[in-house]
């Protein structure tokens, strides 16, 4: 080891101040920081005010009880961030969470419910020597436990050292149920969408499209406090729009079946499309399964469609 790299070691902050900054930094918060870790949020906010002293710059601004990162905290987030979740991973691999005749496929839940369930059995008949266990998910792929092989989610979405294979589009556009707008005429404007409770999946930090950004995109600008009524799970808010309490936003991926059943429906036409909506990964890791690239080819043809 050189003499250089060893004082880059020692440059280094304690791993007791680097984790309640990696946490604090990904959901933007002291207090819901405190609560991942079990610490006090007096005592996050001691080893971050102890590690912004260290570096000689601040790394959140503090205003009216909320933290916002600033540009030095968010690129230190970012590689902190990446750099855990690889230990993470390779942690995972060298404990053998993974059987090795497994292949695994970490999917974002929504899309692992409706998108690939109904098709998953199509892999089956094509690959039938194959054991593919999926590991549906809410958290991204930087807080995943478990190893993987491959993985699916929103390409906004925190995905650490894993390497993109390929992306894949999607639409998003409103959906309902129909008995909700049935004394309307159809198709509505976008605006008379603010008439109605707008059903929304709510995380943090948020990093996929939301309604404020879905009609800033078409063009209209919403109401300072619409009507939202806010889920921790997509698959939620979809069966809430399904028992027509309001109107939610639909990828066409995961809602295309409800709407050919007739159990969903588009109210307006308006729609974004997003060309590379979702990213499919593989592994960083070192035991690339033998079957890892047959997985890869059926998504892409899968996704193509």
């Known amino acids: 080891m050189s003499q250089g790299y060893e004082l880059h070691l020692r440059a280094l902050p304690p791993l007791s101040r680097l984790r309640p900054f990696e946490s604090a930094a990904r959901l933007e918060s002291f207090s819901l920081a405190a609560d991942e870790l079990g610490m006090t949020q007096t005592a996050v906010s001691k080893q971050i005010g102890l590690l912004e002293r260290e570096l000689g710059t601040p790394l959140f601004e503090r205003r009216n009880r909320a933290v916002f990162l600033t540009e030095a905290g968010r ?32 999917c974002q839940l929504c899309e692992a419910f409706y998108w690939l369930m109904p098709r998953l059995s199509r892999f089956h008949e094509q690959f039938p020597g194959v054991e593919l266990r999926v590991l549906s998910a809410l958290n991204p792929l930087t807080q995943s436990a478990e190893a993987f092989d491959v993985a699916i989610q929103t390409s906004s979405r925190a995905s650490g050292s894993a390497r993109l294979a390929f992306t894949a589009a999607d639409d998003i556009f409103p959906v309902c149920a129909p008995s909700l707008i049935a004394d309307r005429q159809v198709p509505l404007s976008t605006a008379d969408l603010l008439a109605f ?32 009524i806010p889920f921790d799970s997509y698959p939620v808010a979809l069966q809430a729009a399904v028992a027509g309490q309001g109107i ?21 036409r308006e729609s974004v499309s997003r060309p590379n909506e979702l990213s499919v990964f593989r592994s960083a890791g070192r035991d690339q399964h033998p079957d890892t690239d047959r997985l890869l080819d059926w998504l892409s043809t899968e996704l193509a469609q």
Not at 86 to 105: P, T
Not at 248 to 265: D, Q, S
């Open 75 to 106: 690129r230190l987030g970012h590689v902190v961030g990446t750099a855990l979740a690889d230990i993470a991973a390779e942690v995972a691999h060298i404990r053998g969470q993974r059987r090795s005749d497994e292949l695994v496929l970490h």
């Open 197 to 228: 409770p707008l059903l929304s999946h709510s995380v943090i930090p948020q990093d996929w499209m939301e309604w404020h950004d879905w009609f800033e995109t078409v063009g209209l600008s919403a109401p300072a406090r619409p009507r939202i």
């Open 248 to 268: 939610a936003l639909g990828w066409r991926r995961t809602t295309e079946a409800m709407i050919t059943e007739g159990k969903l429906i588009r109210p307006c």
